[in-house]
């Protein structure tokens, strides 16, 4: 078995049988876990794939609420999961540094991000519209609602958005895309690599460089 497919399946199933008669072990009912001496199927990862800058142009002109516009340039500006953009918070934006704040993120790792010209305007021009008293940046959009969105709401915001372009993109729009084509971005501006990593908050170089 070659393909990508069959070497995922073998190792997820090593990986399963692993953690089994590890379990057995402890339980005591098994001396010894056979799989243990079986190594880990190593896989090359994927390149990671970015939109093309004018793509990103294509969305922005879509987007038909200011919500919608704040969310697409956020995601893009800050390079955050979409896990960290759901959970962070007004108080966290300092205005005069053009930062936010992202608390508990991947690993628990809190670091500091950036906001472009572009989501600032569009990020205040969003928050204004708003007479909610949420803590969070972004809510669902009905009524008075202080929930944040959560990662389902966001792709069906991204997906909306998408077919209102009417434009045909080189890759699938999903709101982690965003961060692969901010990464590809800065890398190739020149930035160092361990600033990207800091940026995008990963815990090891390795994962940065695949976008490299």
């Known amino acids: ?18 953690c089994f008669f590890e379990w057995c072990v402890l ?3 098994c001396t ?3 799989v243990r001496r079986v190594a880990a199927i190593k896989q090359e990862k994927s390149p990671r794939h970015a939109m093309k800058r004018i793509e990103l142009q294509y969305l922005r002109a879509a987007c ?8 697409v340039d956020f995601l893009y500006s ?19 540094r053009k930062t936010v704040l992202i608390e508990h993120g991947k690993g628990d ?17 969003y928050l204004d519209s708003r007479s909610d008293d949420s803590q ?18 966001v792709q069906n915001a991204i997906d909306r958005i998408v077919r209102r372009s009417g434009h045909v993109f080189s890759v699938r729009i999903t709101p982690h895309v965003f961060r692969h084509t901010i990464a590809t971005v800065l890398l190739r501006n020149g930035m160092p690599v361990e600033q990207v990593k800091r940026f995008l908050g990963h815990a090891k170089i ?6 490299a």
Request: aromatic share 6%; glycine share 4%; hydrophobic share 35%.
């Open 78 to 96: 800050t390079g955050v999961r979409v896990s960290e953009a759901c959970q962070a918070r007004i108080d966290h934006i300092d205005w005069e």
């Open 109 to 125: 790792v809190t670091r500091m991000t950036y906001l472009n010209p572009e989501a600032e305007v569009s990020l205040r021009s």
């Open 1 to 18: 078995l070659s393909s990508d497919l069959d070497l995922i399946t073998i190792g997820n199933t090593r990986r399963i049988l692993n």
């Open 32 to 34: 010894v876990n056979p």
């Open 206 to 211: 390795d994962t940065t460089l695949i976008y």
């Open 27 to 29: 339980e005591g009912l």
């Open 136 to 153: 969070y940046i972004f809510t669902r959009s009905r009524g008075q609602s202080v929930l944040p969105l959560n990662a389902k709401t």
């Open 64 to 71: 038909d609420s200011a919500r919608d516009k704040a969310l």
